[in-house]
């Protein structure tokens, strides 16, 4: 299973330990985490994954890891900005978005659009997204998913 994590480049603390958590709670499942592989929710998320033994995938938006977070396993180069957030879709299974702006809002879009479940942690309330209110819940909803 690879679970796409979004969310804001920036966020508050409590943000990054929700984040971490799911991370965490990601890599125990034996998961992949996939994301944008820069700061914010994405490093707090590949954070709490590696730290747990846990195998993370960072899609840049640029062609060099300068700006890469530093708990990525493995990184892809795209030079394509904020396009790479259709490879970030297409390649997890299922996605979990964490309080977010704009850029997470155009991940859930193309998510939806390609009828691939997303579970929302204080994010964007619209048709299509479940609500979930801990990472607990979303590994919860995604094991159910695997499990249909």
Not at 10 to 38: D, F, H, M, N, V
Not at 43 to 59: D, F, K, L, M, Y
Not at 102 to 129: C, D, H, M, Q
């Amino acid at each position: 299973m690879q679970v796409g994590v979004i969310g804001g480049r920036y966020c508050s603390p409590k943000t990054a330990e929700i984040a971490e958590e799911l991370g965490a709670l990601i890599a125990k499942q034996g998961w992949t985490l996939i994301c944008g592989g820069r700061g914010g929710v994405m490093e707090a998320a590949c954070r709490g994954a590696i730290e747990t033994g846990g195998v993370t995938i960072g899609v840049l938006p640029d062609s060099t890891d300068q700006k890469a977070n530093d708990f990525l396993t493995y990184t892809i180069r795209t030079g394509m900005g904020e396009g790479r957030n259709v490879i970030i879709v297409h390649s997890s299974d299922v996605l979990v978005a964490i309080h977010g702006k704009y850029g997470t809002l155009s991940e859930i879009a193309l998510a939806l659009a390609r009828k691939k479940p997303v579970f929302g942690i204080g994010t964007w309330s619209i048709p299509g997204v479940e609500p979930v209110k801990t990472p607990e819940e979303a590994i919860a909803r995604i094991k159910d998913l695997a499990d249909a």
